[in-house]
């Protein structure tokens, strides 16, 4: 939340520890709360406001503000004659942390923590008893956690001065918790300290702290040391965001994530190029279907009819979905729709359980029970407009091509269960992915071992749909991740870009020359304050792909 514009500034003590100044001080004492109170004010502060605030005389207060000006730590609006920070402050803090460069150490480790989990990532390192926001990368949703940089934040109820504070001999942590009582800024704050500090022996044993709803209502953080050479911490990273979206469950999921990347700023590892993520540009219900289904899903461009093919997996309903118009093909309701894809002909194939359905023109031609497809658990066509499929046999899965008749010809088998396939139309290539393990494989000439192509963590979601774009790069939505990503050469996650949904089902390029990006999504088993944060679970969504 923004903080308000005017009111009253707040006052700062003589010294940020509560001690007293230091005797023959007090004019640099006065010029530095003079900047310490500009800094903490929302916007512009006028003369009148500082000299409320100080109560210091006139005289006084306009020469130390001169003095200040004059050495930039300060700026004077000529227009408005309000107050604020100087540029020169920005020239020193590129000094701050210059041996060894703490800051560009984690930087491409945060901006990887951000990518992978599309929250808001910080560096933060211990100063005077608080936390001080040493560096941050910004989620890409519009509703996020933002603190701003140089914002210090105290100890007991934040991830990071709790990871901070746990792996330090138990006395110094007490010594730095100060002798004053601990501030409750919510109900969930940990105020007792006997109980903060079970919890610190906890956060050492696990490697990083949670901070749950403990400093700001509707927020939950998860933060891990880094540790110099000794062991002593020098930072803390963390990862923070809204409750709907870092749920218990994900949390849990993350801590090592987060503990991990914490490792490695503290070992000074330097990673591959940093990843980019953009900032999320509106993604929109599509005008022909504003109504939302149960779980969408299987949606496949068919550029004979220019139109998006797409079913309600558990309506039974196959939509079809040509401009502002949508029609609708009902089978007799029993099985959830499996597989759809559409033939070189333009017919559409449906599996359901054990029966394939062959749609053509809205009127269906071909009901043939083929109980082998009952543990189909993906398909797709490549392209040549031939029907694949994936069938889980025992504890492998057999991926191949589907005929007619509904006979499989298996060309590969993986140990894995695969959810999602996807073709390459200019390579030829098919990637398959494993929802569960997180992996996605690439199928490159039939009687050849698939090839690893790409881990996706778990706390990044589960890869449950695939897709190649028209510049032949791979596309995966994130199931319980709120995010598609794009998937480099190497199979690293390099554009990720957030919904506003927290469950895509399936991905579809299409429109004129590919021109838009389609996701299907669901809004089964949502919590209800999720589907209140997540009103467009359930809606087709589409956007152009120039904002991608």
Request: proline share 8%.
């Amino acid at each position: 939340m923004e903080k308000p514009q005017t009111g009253a500034i707040r006052w700062m003590p003589d010294d940020r520890s509560g001690q007293p100044a230091v005797p023959g001080t007090a004019l640099i004492g006065k010029a530095f709360r003079l900047i310490d109170l500009i800094a903490a004010a929302p916007g512009q502060v006028s003369a009148a406001e500082l000299a409320a605030a100080t109560g210091w005389p006139k005289a006084t207060l306009y020469r130390i503000l001169a003095s200040v000006t004059a050495h930039g730590f300060i700026r004077l609006d000529p227009q408005s004659q309000g107050y604020t920070l100087g540029y020169r402050l920005l020239e020193l803090a590129q000094n701050v942390w210059v041996a060894p460069d703490l800051a560009a150490i984690a930087s491409i480790e945060l901006q990887r923590l951000r990518d992978m989990t599309g929250e808001t990532a910080y560096l933060a390192v211990p100063d005077d008893g608080m936390v001080l926001a040493l560096g941050k990368f910004e989620s890409p949703h519009d509703i996020r956690s933002a603190a701003r940089l140089g914002a210090r934040k105290p100890l007991h109820c934040t991830s990071q001065g709790k990871a901070i504070l746990a792996f330090l001999p138990e006395a110094e942590a007490q010594a730095m918790l100060g002798h004053a009582p601990l501030e409750r800024f919510t109900p969930q704050t940990i105020t007792d300290r006997d109980t903060l500090m079970r919890q610190l022996r906890i956060v050492r044993a696990r490697g990083y702290a949670i901070e749950d709803q403990e400093i700001l209502w509707g927020n939950r953080c998860v933060g891990a040391p880094v540790l110099d050479s000794t062991g002593r911490p020098v930072a803390a990273i963390s990862v923070a965001g809204p409750i709907y979206r870092l749920t218990s469950e994900r949390v849990a999921q993350l801590g090592p994530e987060v503990a991990n990347v914490a490792r490695n700023i503290g070992l000074g590892l330097r990673s591959t190029p940093a990843r980019q993520s953009q900032p999320g540009t509106s993604w929109q219900p599509h005008d022909a279907h504003r109504q939302p289904v149960f779980y969408g899903a299987h949606p496949v461009w068919d550029p004979v009819r220019s139109s998006l093919v797409w079913a309600d997996r558990l309506g039974p309903t196959l939509y079809t979905t040509a401009g502002c118009q949508t029609a609708t093909f009902r089978p007799e309701p029993g099985a959830p729709i499996d597989g759809l894809a559409v033939t070189a002909e333009g017919d559409v194939i449906l599996l359901l359980g054990g029966r394939v359905l062959r749609i053509s023109g809205h009127e269906c031609v071909q009901d043939r029970t083929v109980p082998e497809l009952a543990r189909a658990t993906a398909m797709t066509t490549n392209p040549g407009g031939q029907p694949w499929v994936a069938i889980q046999q025992g504890d492998e899965t057999l991926v191949g091509t589907l005929g007619r008749d509904g006979t499989v010809e298996p060309q590969w088998s993986l140990r894995k269960r695969i959810g999602a396939l996807a073709w390459s139309q200019a390579s030829g290539r098919l990637f398959a992915s494993d929802p569960e393990s997180g992996t996605i494989y690439l199928l490159e000439r039939a009687g050849m071992a698939p090839r690893l192509f790409a881990r996706i963590p778990r706390v990044s979601g589960e890869p449950r749909s695939l897709a190649v774009d028209t510049d032949d790069r791979l596309w995966v939505g994130l199931y319980d991740g709120w995010s598609i990503a794009r998937l480099s050469i190497e199979g690293e996650i390099e554009r990720l870009l957030p919904l506003p949904v927290p469950r895509p089902t399936g991905l579809a390029f299409g429109g004129n020359g590919g021109g838009e990006v389609f996701v299907t999504t669901s809004r089964i088993d949502l919590a209800r304050e999720v589907l209140e944060k997540a009103p467009l679970s359930g809606h087709l969504l589409v956007k152009p792909t120039t904002a991608l």
